[in-house]
């Protein structure tokens, strides 16, 4: 039986842990906007997001499918060009993690209208 969303949800999760995961990449960076030589970290998913979600549209007419085992990748910049060599630019690290914040609230926010929605034809009367 197919469950109800097909891989919906699978795909909300793993981008939720995504988000999870770059919140700490980001706030590494900003731990160390002062440590000598330190180079940023970026963690890169929306790619790879991209990637799976076009592999689900291509495939079989149920779009079920769906890795539970998408990669992060976490690349490290340049160098700075300050005297420390420090990569790192906290205003731009701050309005990234302002950012990530944010997309992790709305993901939760479909995540607890998905779950309300399956409640209701359940139950029948929504909450």
Same mark, same amino acid.
Request: glycine share 10%; hydrophobic share 35%.
């Given at each position: ?43 890169? $998913?929306? @790619? ?12 079989? =007419?149920?779009?079920? !499918?769906?890795? #539970? ?34 997309? $992790?609230? @709305? ?12 409640? =209701?034809?359940?139950? !029948?009367?929504? #909450?």
């Amino acid at each position: 039986m197919e469950p109800l969303w097909g891989g919906a949800l699978v795909q909300l999760e793993q981008a939720m842990r995504f988000r999870l995961a770059r919140q700490g990449v980001l706030a590494s960076n900003v731990a160390n906007a002062d440590t000598p030589g330190y180079r940023r970290r970026e963690l890169h $998913f929306a @790619d790879k997001l991209g990637q799976e979600f076009l592999k689900l549209a291509s495939s079989d =007419t149920s779009h079920s !499918g769906g890795s #539970r085992s998408l990669k992060a990748h976490i690349e490290r910049g340049p160098l700075g060009d300050r005297p420390d060599r420090n990569g790192v630019d906290l205003p731009r690290e701050l309005v990234e993690l302002n950012r990530n914040a944010g997309a $992790f609230t @709305d993901q939760a926010t479909v995540l607890r209208r998905m779950i309300s929605l399956r409640r =209701t034809a359940i139950v !029948g009367q929504p #909450r």
